[in-house]
Structures are given as structure tokens and as C-alpha cells.
């Protein structure tokens, strides 16, 4: 899969908002989307003043806007929609929930790291565990019950400390349950779309892969 390495302030400026993506760092520093609250590119003031986007610009911008919040490529992001489509309910809010479930999205829910980035990191270098076993699986599906906890030789590490002290910490959400002292977290319930602050118009997804 190919992965996004340039400045990721660029994707928020993209987008029109932050979307938190170095974590505890969007806090902290001087956000160039407030500075420059335009697209990146020679044309960005041009498209700042153009007063009303396509439906299909919309729909476009706000599946590029949830598949950067949760760091997915577009073939990773539409296997996950087909996989939502076909579950009974509605699928915008089956799509949200898998993505929730996603085992990078949960160690940064429980404060394991400053943001998801940081966390698929975490999962890809063997630091996590699930029901007692390592999995270095970012997309590895969380199911109600599981216990996600760090390794016994990765508790202490500088940035898990970091995070979990962090003034800007994410509160933890209601379906979470977390053990800060021993790094062991559990997924109390499956999440419901109700449950996830996610400020994102899931609808328009699904509009845009309808067609």
C-alpha cells in the first residue's frame, strides 16, 4: 500500500480543518491551517473563493477527509466500505464502527499514543497484545470483550509516559475501559455511531461509492 510521506498539515489545509493528525503537536504548535486557511498549491486562494463545490466535490472531500483521519489508503478504506455495506443496518454508521475497531484506532483511544499514526507504529513494532497474545496488526478488528495491553517490556516507553500524561489526552470514551497503571485497556461493548466523536457526513461516503 502506498503511504502518505509528506507534511500532514498540507492534508489538513486540503481538507479545510484540522484533523489532529501529529496529535498532541496540533495543540501545541502554530497550525498553518489557521494561517493559511486555504487548499496547499498555486491555485488554493483561487479555490478558496469559489462559493459552492459539486455534490460529487463534496461527497469526495468527505471520504478523503475520514480516510485521513484514520490514516487508510483508498483500497484499504474500500474494502472496509464493501465489508459495511453488506452487514445489516446502515452503512455509513457500519463503516465508522469498523474503523473504531480498528486495533491502532483503539491504543490511541486508551491514551497509548498521541495519535494514530504513533499507534500504528506502536502495533507494527510488536508492542501491543491482545487477549494475552502480540498482534502487529494495524487493522486488526477489536471485538467486544478483547483486552489490548502492552507489552510487559514496552509500559515504560518515553512516548506511551508522554501520551498518557498529556494535558490534550482524547477522554476516554464509555465503551473503553483502561487500567492506566498496568497499560490494559478493554473494549467494554461494541461502539455505536452515537458513541464515536467523529464530526464527519458518513452519508456522502456512501452516496459516492453508490454510483
Known sequence: MARYTGPVCK????????????????????????????????HGPAQARRRKQSDYALQLREKQK?????GLGEKQFRNLFEKAAVLAGITGANLIVFL???????????????????????????HVEVNGRVVDIPSYQV?????????AGSRQLSLVE??????????????????????????????????????????????????
Not at 471485538?143 to 507489552?151: C, P, R, S, T
Request: with cysteine; net charge positive; hydrophobic share 35%.
Open 11 to 42: 492534508l489538513c489545509r486540503r481538507e479545510g480543518e484540522k484533523l489532529f493528525l501529529k496529535g498532541t503537536k496540533c495543540y501545541t504548535e502554530k497550525c498553518p491551517v489557521d494561517r493559511r486557511a486555504y487548499p496547499p498549491g498555486h
Open 66 to 70: 475520514v480516510k485521513r483521519i484514520y
Open 100 to 126: 473504531e475497531s480498528r486495533l491502532d484506532n483503539i491504543v490511541f483511544r486508551m491514551g497509548f499514543a498521541p495519535s494514530r499514526a504513533t499507534a500504528r507504529q506502536l502495533v507494527r513494532h510488536r
Open 143 to 151: 471485538a467486544a470483550g478483547d483486552e489490548v495491553a502492552l507489552k
Open 162 to 211: 508522554e501520551s498518557l500524561e498529556s494535558r490534550t489526552r482524547p477522554q476516554l470514551l464509555e465503551w473503553l475501559a483502561l487500567d492506566e497503571k498496568n497499560r490494559v485497556g478493554r473494549v467494554v461493548r461494541k461502539p455505536t455511531r452515537e458513541d464515536i466523536p467523529l464530526a464527519a457526513q458518513e452519508q456522502l461516503i456512501v452516496e459516492l461509492y453508490s454510483k
